[in-house]
């Protein structure tokens, strides 16, 4: 698995000469501005609602809630809460409405690598139900809710505080990197072998994902060009790897 997800996470690296070789650059431009506008409004609710999150929090406690300490934890505490609330929203209402540029961005780099990459190991392109992509986004977003939400209530207690970010940037790295490579496999599985083929290379969705977070904390530039690369990124790694 280790190797999968170096292998999702350097594919950024040649998707970058890849797209301006293929002059599919032009994808960034719609896509670019609604992961911007949907990006900032997203971070900025999330940004005001983490005072109210804080004083609930310190609601919470029966002791002396002035403690600097205390208040320095739950101020950090809900502020890791909103940013996790925050990239749920925005991985699970962005490809609603980027899919139709995203998709066909898919589809052409497939294309353009099969001439190198002919075999690709999984069924030929079929009609897929309509609902597929709500399918898998529904049951995708509920399972990250219930793991988000068990990490942050794991991170109450002081022992397992430390662990909170790095297992919630595992987590949001995997359905990152989920949505991006399902750009490719709606074209050819259904919901449960688009499941399944996600779990077997589980290690390239986390290293997408990975890559794909890092490009969103560039301020502005982030927003305009993740969705673009990441959809590139791991288009290349399922041809390459599938």
């Known amino acids: 698995m280790i190797r ?17 070789k293929h002059n599919l650059y032009s994808y960034f431009l719609v896509s670019g501005i609604i992961s911007l506008l949907l990006g900032v ?29 205390i208040s320095n934890i739950v101020t950090m505490f809900s502020g890791i809460v909103m940013v996790a609330i925050g ?12 899919s139709p540029f995203m998709s066909p961005l898919s589809k052409k780099t497939a294309a353009l690598l ?3 990459y002919p075999t690709i ?35 109450l207690f002081p022992l397992f505080t430390i662990l909170v970010v790095p297992l919630i940037y595992l987590t949001q790295a995997y359905y990152f990197g989920f ?7 709606e074209r050819y599985l259904n919901v449960k072998p688009t499941i399944q083929f996600v779990k077997k290379k589980k290690g390239i969705a986390i290293g997408n994902g990975a890559g794909y977070i890092l490009i969103l904390m560039i301020p502005i530039l982030g927003l305009l060009i993740a969705p673009v690369l990441g959809t590139v990124a791991s288009t290349m790694s399922i041809v390459r790897k599938g």
């Not at 990239?87 to 980027?98: A, E, G, T």
């Not at 949505?179 to 496999?185: A, T």
């Open 4 to 20: 999968d997800i170096i292998t999702g996470f350097l594919d950024y690296f040649k998707a970058i000469p890849f797209i301006f």
């Open 41 to 69: 409004s997203v971070f900025f609710l999330s940004y005001i609602l983490s005072d109210n999150v804080t004083s609930l929090l310190l609601g919470m406690f029966s002791f002396d809630t002035d403690a600097y300490y």
């Open 87 to 98: 990239l749920l929203l925005f991985k699970y209402i962005l490809p609603l409405i980027i």
């Open 114 to 116: 099969s001439t190198s």
């Open 121 to 155: 190991t999984i069924q030929p392109e079929t009609k897929l139900s309509t609902v597929r992509g709500v399918r898998i986004s529904l049951r995708n977003f509920f399972r990250e809710l219930l793991i988000t939400l068990f990490i942050l209530l794991l991170g």
């Open 179 to 185: 949505g991006n490579m399902d750009y490719y496999l």
